[in-house]
């Protein structure tokens, strides 16, 4: 199997395990958001943490500039097409659909604004006043910027669609460079009590199976007249 198809196969899986195992037991995001909350002050120290918050806007600004990047390079190719020949529109019609779609349409405008879910810091069990209802149940109480998915590991997690186009050994170098950013900015949303590790999960592969299958749909054809 090429990469493609074991990425596809690793994120269904990821997707039925964590669904399956996060439904069945939905305590466990209330287990590990626990680690992270200090019930004595009502809580999560970490979030007004320096060396937290510092590490959440250098993140922010990284995936911002990889954002500004796809814009920017498309403008340079329409405005002086002859010096900019190693630009191709495929690729950049590849990033700016999946960015898009992912983190901007599934995720900001569709997910985040109609599943209802309470954020951790606005449940009952961590000094809120809401019911904390598990990933799949929509009829939590929260109006608007809700906790299921996170839009932020999204975000960042998207830097997997520039990461695949490395070519050669340094593309699994990158590949795996976008992942450990990925679960970093997920470390960071857990520890400072803003999204429930299902929330960090499902943004991570429902970001990562859009920009597979993008990738499948845009460069089938280059790869078909390469074989003919």
Same mark, same amino acid.
């Given at each position: 199997?090429?990469?493609?198809?074991?990425? #596809? *196969?690793?994120?269904?899986?990821? $997707?039925?395990?964590?669904?399956? !195992?996060?439904? @069945?037991?939905?305590? /466990?995001? %209330?287990?590990?958001?626990?680690?992270?909350?200090?019930?004595?002050?009502?809580?999560?120290?970490?979030?007004?943490?320096?060396?937290?918050?510092?590490?959440?806007?250098?993140?922010?600004?990284?995936?911002?500039?990889?954002?500004?990047?796809?814009?920017?390079?498309?403008?340079?190719?329409? #405005? *002086?097409?002859?010096?900019?020949? $190693?630009?191709?529109?495929?690729? !950049?019609?590849? @990033?700016?659909?999946? /960015?898009? %779609?992912?983190?901007?349409?599934?995720?900001?405008?569709?997910?985040?604004?109609?599943?209802?879910?309470?954020?951790?810091?606005?449940?009952?069990?961590?000094?809120?006043?809401?019911?904390?209802?598990?990933?799949?149940?929509?009829?939590?109480?929260?109006?608007?910027?809700?906790?299921?998915?996170?839009?932020?590991?999204?975000?960042? $997690?998207?830097?997997?669609?520039?990461?695949?186009?490395?070519?050669?050994? /340094?593309?699994?170098?990158?590949?795996?460079?976008?992942?450990?950013?990925?679960?970093?900015?997920?470390?960071?949303?857990?520890?400072?009590?803003?999204?429930?590790?299902?929330?960090?999960?499902?943004?991570?592969?429902?970001?990562?199976?859009?920009?597979?299958?993008?990738?499948?749909?845009?460069?089938?054809?280059?790869?078909?007249?390469?074989?003919?």
């Amino acid at each position: 199997m090429n990469l493609r198809t074991v990425a #596809l *196969v690793l994120n269904v899986a990821a $997707a039925v395990i964590v669904g399956a !195992l996060f439904a @069945l037991r939905p305590d /466990l995001d %209330l287990a590990i958001t626990g680690m992270f909350f200090d019930p004595a002050s009502r809580s999560f120290p970490l979030a007004s943490d320096p060396l937290i918050e510092g590490m959440r806007t250098a993140s922010t600004v990284a995936v911002w500039i990889c954002v500004a990047s796809v814009p920017l390079a498309m403008l340079w190719a329409w #405005l *002086v097409p002859a010096r900019s020949p $190693a630009i191709n529109s495929r690729v !950049l019609v590849f @990033l700016a659909v999946t /960015l898009a %779609l992912g983190p901007g349409l599934l995720v900001n405008g569709i997910l985040k604004e109609h599943w209802s879910r309470p954020r951790p810091g606005q449940v009952a069990q961590f000094g809120g006043t809401e019911k904390f209802v598990p990933w799949w149940d929509v009829r939590g109480t929260c109006d608007k910027n809700c906790s299921f998915v996170s839009g932020e590991v999204s975000a960042a $997690a998207w830097t997997l669609a520039p990461a695949i186009l490395v070519p050669g050994a /340094l593309g699994y170098v990158a590949i795996a460079g976008a992942l450990a950013f990925t679960v970093a900015t997920a470390f960071l949303r857990l520890a400072a009590g803003g999204h429930f590790f299902s929330d960090a999960a499902f943004a991570l592969i429902m970001t990562a199976l859009l920009i597979w299958v993008s990738y499948g749909v845009a460069f089938r054809r280059s790869r078909t007249t390469a074989k003919m």
